[in-house]
């Protein structure tokens, strides 16, 4: 990143550029939000899990949706967050508040999600792998 790209306010010039910032808000949820890496960490472990137990292609496409929508709300919590300190500076606001806690309980019903599309894929398989 060159110092003029550092402090960018126009528009991307081309699709390299728009990718190489897209990146860095990746890594930056990544290297900033610790439930990020959390959520990652529990992604890997139902990828694991599909591999060991075989899950069918219809089966990888709910799990592959269940850690996208998980992963897409905690963008979506990280965005809602930081506007809100943007615009609050630190201070009280009842209508941030609101945002803040509407964003974690989004997150919060995607896990949901991923708990229940999981437990629907695997705990059938390790039943009939246990019994
Ligand atoms: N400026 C504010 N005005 C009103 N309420 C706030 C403000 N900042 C934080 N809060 C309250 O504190 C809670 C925690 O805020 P914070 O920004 O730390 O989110 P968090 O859920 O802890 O973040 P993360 O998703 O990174 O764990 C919010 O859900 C909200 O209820």
């Not at 110092?3 to 808000?25: E, I, P, R, W």
């Not at 137990?53 to 809602?80: C, G, K, P, Q, Y």
Request: glycine share 6%; with cysteine.
């Amino acid at each position: 990143m060159d110092s003029q790209d550092k402090h960018q306010t126009t528009k991307n010039h081309h699709f390299t550029q728009a990718f190489k910032h897209a990146l860095d808000g990746i890594l930056d949820i990544i290297h900033n939000e610790p439930n990020m890496r959390y959520h990652m960490i529990f992604a890997l472990g139902a990828l694991l899990c599909g591999i060991i137990l075989r899950i069918s292609r219809m089966d990888w496409l709910w799990i592959t949706l269940a850690i996208f929508t998980v992963i897409l709300s905690e963008f979506a919590n990280t965005i809602a967050e930081s506007l809100s300190d943007l615009v609050t500076h630190g201070r009280f606001d009842p209508l941030v508040k609101r945002v803040k806690d509407v964003a974690a309980g989004a997150v919060v019903v995607a896990a949901l999600f991923a708990v229940i599309t999981g437990g629907l894929v695997f705990v059938p398989r390790v039943w009939t792998l246990l019994f």
